[in-house]
């Protein structure tokens, strides 16, 4: 995620550079023919190429405006499971201190507890990897090994966990740490949890209508191709402001176009993602404050601007 105000010119050209180095030499080759060629035809009237970028400014606003949305949604459901895993943690340890109150063991009590609240700090960690591979830490720490190796052989990782969590809870019932009543309000934690990560896995694979896509990019090149065109016939002697006056016109709709292009993909690995690892390592810095451990993960900042 973009974090600074101001964009990194080098970013804006790695975006850019191939549909603006086809605008750029476009926007040379008519003028230059013009000058050689003198061809009467070459100047065109402008106001059909004007209406053309008036409805394609409109087409490029709904593809961006459906791009922001993919992405907002996406940061949304990774919010979900921060406060979900938040929730299900300080009920977890809310239950496990009046078990303790109670009688109950506190070593098994608090053992317990802590695997429950781990879990589900490696949980985002498990998700992450699943929508951006290569991702996360190792889980040594935070998962028993009879646990790793059983999550990590799963097809879903993910889901597995949060099955082991519903599996966990009701031993933990059996042996008193928590109460018979205490699933109904665990159960919907890990109910928002499973609909954060269905959330996240179809917006992962499922692309906007590639027609969406195609056509921009079609339509802006058209749009490219007819300004410097139309251009000659609004400035006859002087034709050499075709190429700037082109790229400026031309370059707003590149832009925005390919702005919508990066939102439309969240987790594609780049800087316009969703920050999925700050979200991670904020989740496991809370839930380890909650068990009182005294040594937190240091904290995800932004590097020049862009947090991941």
Do not use: H
């Not at 009701?170 to 018979?180: D, F, M, N, S, T």
């Amino acid at each position: 995620m973009i974090t600074k105000r101001n964009l990194s010119p080098v970013q804006v050209l790695r975006y850019t550079a191939g549909p603006g180095a086809w605008a750029l030499a476009w926007a040379i080759v008519v003028p230059v023919l013009f000058a050689i060629t003198g061809a009467s035809w070459l100047p065109v009237p402008f106001a059909p190429i004007g209406a053309l970028g008036a409805a394609l400014a409109i087409f490029i606003a709904f593809r961006n405006n459906t791009a922001f949305g993919r992405w907002n949604e996406a940061r949304s459901a990774w919010q979900g499971v921060l406060v979900a895993s938040r929730v299900f943690s300080r009920q977890i340890l809310a239950a496990a201190d009046n078990a303790i109150a109670t009688g109950t063991d506190p070593v098994l009590a608090n053992r317990l507890a802590r695997e429950l609240v781990l879990r589900q700090a490696a949980f985002g960690y498990l998700l992450a990897e699943r929508v951006r591979p290569r991702f996360g830490p190792a889980l040594d720490d935070m998962l028993e090994p009879a646990d790793l190796a059983a999550i990590s052989a799963a097809i879903d990782p993910p889901t597995a966990l949060l099955a082991r969590q519903s599996i966990r809870i009701k031993a933990a019932i059996r042996i008193g740490v928590l109460g018979p009543f205490d699933p109904i309000s665990l159960e919907p934690q890990l109910a928002a949890l499973s609909t954060a990560q269905g959330t996240i896995e179809r917006i992962k694979n499922t692309p906007t209508p590639r027609q969406y896509d195609y056509f921009t990019r079609r339509f802006v090149q058209l749009f490219a191709a007819l300004v410097p065109f139309g251009l000659l016939s609004l400035v006859p002697g002087a034709i050499w402001w075709t190429v700037p006056l082109s790229m400026a016109l031309s370059g707003v709709f590149i832009m925005m176009a390919v702005t919508g292009s990066a939102n439309d993909e969240p987790f594609a690995g780049t800087v316009t993602d969703v920050p999925i690892a700050a979200v991670c390592n904020e989740l496991e810095r809370d839930l380890r404050d909650l068990l009182g451990d005294l040594t937190l993960p240091a904290a995800e900042v932004a590097v020049n601007g862009y947090l991941w």
